[in-house]
């Protein structure tokens, strides 16, 4: 009699929890095989066994893979999907968004179609342009960016701010580039650049220090100015508004072409 009246309880909640939408707790076993279909959103709390998917969500999401349209609240798993915007907290082995991302990212590897704002705490790390930080083992921004880059490889389209690493690279550079191996700027930056190589298409006003420090290049003449001081043992520039100290310095425009310790043009 008893389990006749548990039974009947179980399928009065079950047949009430089909018809609402939001959902308050969502079970998945894999998808399909879960309490609400996936066009129901959730609001509260998502356990996901392997797979689960749904629309839009709000809360707790926990799981192997957490599948979902757009997500507010934390989600813990092995691999996040959000096919929209994310707003939180995301811990996970994989994490890919394909909207905006907002919040932060702790995770094995996190990509974001769209722009980011907050921190990507990753081993790789990808965005559409960000505001804040992207820090792990490889990091890149697709698009305008401001904060820092801090990695073995920094990659971004345009940056303001500071990437710091091994190796970094820019369209477009406005702060300071920090790589002990290299830095390179592919059109023109403003700031600074310190490492051991740094290169870059024109500097519109700031200093280069390594031990080789090139704007411009010897082999396909541009001539990309440079505006500012080179401090290096080796110093090249093709159009140079400033001051070159080092072992050899290199300056279309200088009182000599090449000459040693100090070199200059305005």
Same mark, same amino acid.
């Given at each position: 009699?008893?389990?006749?009246?548990?039974?009947?309880?179980?399928?009065?909640?079950?047949?009430?929890?089909?018809?609402?939408?939001?959902?308050?707790?969502?079970?998945?076993?894999?998808?399909?095989?879960?309490?609400?279909?996936?066009?129901?959103?959730?609001?509260?709390?998502?356990?996901?066994?392997?797979?689960?998917?749904?629309? !839009?969500?709000?809360?707790?999401?926990?799981?192997?893979?957490?599948?979902?349209?757009?997500?507010?609240?934390?989600?813990?798993?092995?691999?996040?999907?959000?096919?929209?915007?994310?707003?939180?907290?995301?811990?996970?082995?994989?994490?890919?968004?394909?909207?905006?991302?907002?919040?932060?990212?702790?995770?094995?590897?996190?990509?974001?179609?769209?722009?980011?704002?907050?921190?990507?705490?990753?081993?790789?790390?990808?965005?559409?342009?960000?505001?804040?930080?992207?820090?792990?083992?490889?990091?890149?921004?697709? $698009?305008?960016?401001?904060?820092?880059?801090?990695?073995?490889? !920094?990659?971004?389209?345009?940056?303001?701010?500071?990437?710091?690493?091994?190796?970094?690279?820019?369209?477009?550079?406005?702060?300071?580039?920090? !790589?002990?191996?290299?830095?390179?700027?592919?059109?023109?930056?403003?700031?600074?650049?310190?490492?051991?190589? !740094?290169?870059?298409?024109?500097? $519109?006003?700031?200093?280069?220090?390594?031990?080789?420090?090139?704007?411009?290049?010897?082999?396909?003449?541009?001539?990309?100015?440079?505006?500012?001081?080179?401090?290096?043992? *080796?110093?090249?520039?093709?159009?140079?508004?400033?001051?070159? *100290?080092?072992?050899?310095?290199?300056?279309?425009?200088?009182?000599?072409?090449?000459?040693?310790?100090?070199?200059?043009?305005?």
């Amino acid at each position: 009699m008893k389990i006749r009246l548990y039974l009947g309880l179980f399928a009065a909640i079950a047949l009430s929890a089909c018809t609402t939408n939001p959902a308050p707790v969502q079970i998945a076993f894999i998808h399909p095989l879960q309490i609400f279909p996936e066009d129901h959103d959730v609001q509260g709390l998502r356990l996901n066994l392997v797979h689960g998917k749904s629309a !839009n969500l709000t809360g707790l999401d926990i799981g192997v893979v957490n599948d979902a349209a757009e997500v507010t609240g934390l989600e813990i798993g092995a691999l996040n999907l959000v096919r929209g915007d994310y707003t939180g907290l995301q811990l996970s082995g994989l994490t890919s968004v394909d909207g905006g991302f907002r919040g932060l990212q702790l995770c094995g590897f996190g990509f974001v179609a769209g722009p980011a704002e907050g921190l990507q705490l990753c081993g790789a790390a990808k965005a559409d342009g960000f505001s804040g930080a992207q820090i792990g083992a490889i990091v890149q921004s697709t $698009d305008t960016a401001m904060g820092l880059q801090l990695s073995a490889l !920094n990659s971004a389209m345009e940056l303001t701010g500071l990437q710091a690493g091994v190796v970094g690279t820019a369209a477009v550079f406005e702060g300071l580039q920090l !790589n002990l191996g290299a830095n390179q700027v592919k059109q023109s930056f403003t700031g600074a650049q310190v490492g051991l190589v !740094n290169v870059a298409d024109g500097m $519109d006003g700031g200093a280069q220090i390594g031990v080789l420090n090139a704007v411009g290049s010897p082999f396909v003449p541009k001539q990309s100015a440079m505006v500012g001081l080179q401090l290096g043992v *080796i110093n090249w520039g093709e159009d140079v508004h400033g001051v070159q *100290i080092g072992l050899l310095n290199f300056n279309a425009n200088g009182f000599l072409p090449v000459f040693p310790i100090i070199n200059f043009s305005f």
